[in-house]
Nanobody, 117 residues
Framework: VQLEESGGGLVQPGGSLRLSCAASGFTFIGYRMMWFRQAPGKERELVATIPSAVGRPTYADSVKGRFTISRDNAKKEVSLWMNSLKPEDTAVYYC???????????WGQGTQVTVSS
């Protein structure tokens, strides 16, 4: 299994970023995909999930209305569109897959998002 995150960077408050995750080594279409983040000194937290087929994405309250998760089953990719970014969104962002809300894969290197003026 490989999960490769990309798209992070430095952005000013109020800015936008799009994160991408390329997945391989498992049946992508069969699993819920998830984005997590881990800020310095804090535990990893679930940010957004998208079901394998039918159903609605879910979001942490802290990002609801600002972030959008999407997936491309043909490309085996999941994206996280982040708008109205805040300094508290600063973290390393990771993707993973799961059956339910528990991540099943090994963690990749993640992609750093820094929101600062």
């Amino acid at each position: 299994v490989q999960l490769e995150e990309s798209g992070g960077g430095l952005v000013q408050p109020g800015g936008s970023l799009r994160l991408s995750c390329a997945a391989s080594g498992f049946t992508f279409i069969g699993y819920r995909m998830m984005w997590f983040r881990q800020a310095p000194g804090k535990e990893r937290e679930l940010v957004a999930t998208i079901p394998s087929a039918v159903g609605r994405p879910t979001y942490a309250d802290s990002v609801k209305g600002r972030f959008t998760i999407s997936r491309d089953n043909a490309k085996k990719e999941v994206s996280l569109w982040m708008n109205s970014l805040k300094p508290e969104d600063t973290a390393v962002y990771y993707c993973n897959y799961g059956d339910g809300m528990m991540p099943l894969g090994n963690w990749g290197q993640g992609t750093q998002v820094t929101v600062s003026s």
